[in-house]
C-alpha cells in the first residue's frame, strides 16, 4: 500500500516562497529516487525536482536555482523549498516515486496547491 500525502501549498506574491512537504508511506518507495511534479489543468503533468535515496538532485531549467528538494528518510518525507516564485509556477504540485510502474499501480495524491500572483 502507498500513501501519498501533499501539503503547504498556498497563495504567495511573485518574489515569495513556500516549502512543500510530502509524506510518503509505503515499504516500496523506501528506497526509490522520489520527484516533485506539478499540472496546470489541461497540460501534462511535468517532473520539476528529483533526489534519489543517496541524495543526488536534479531540476528541471525552469526551477534551477529557486527550487531545493530535499528527503528525510528516517521520517519518509520529501520536502521542495520554492524561492522566487513566479506566476508560472502557478499548479497543483505532487510528489511520487521516480517510476511510472508505481504511478500505475498505486496512483497519486491529491496534490497541494501553488498559487503565485503578479
Known amino acids: 500500500q502507498v500513501q501519498l500525502v501533499e501539503s503547504g501549498g498556498g497563495s504567495v506574491q511573485a518574489g515569495g516562497s513556500l516549502r512543500l512537504s510530502c509524506a510518503a508511506s509505503?515499504?516500496?518507495?523506501?528506497?526509490?529516487?522520489m520527484g516533485w511534479y506539478r499540472q496546470v489543468s489541461g497540460t501534462q503533468r511535468e517532473l520539476v525536482a528529483r533526489?534519489?535515496?543517496?541524495?543526488?538532485?536534479n531540476y528541471a531549467d525552469s526551477v534551477k536555482g529557486r527550487f531545493t528538494i530535499s528527503r528525510d528518510n528516517a521520517k519518509n518525507t520529501v520536502y521542495l523549498q520554492m524561492n522566487s516564485l513566479k506566476p508560472e509556477d502557478t499548479a497543483v504540485y505532487y510528489c511520487?516515486?521516480?517510476?511510472?510502474?508505481?504511478?500505475?499501480?498505486?496512483?497519486w495524491g491529491k496534490g497541494t496547491l501553488v498559487t503565485v500572483s503578479s
Open positions: 511520487n516515486a521516480d517510476d511510472s510502474a508505481i504511478w500505475a499501480m498505486y496512483g
Open positions: 509505503g515499504s516500496i518507495l523506501r528506497f526509490v529516487a
Open positions: 533526489i534519489t535515496y543517496g541524495g543526488s538532485t
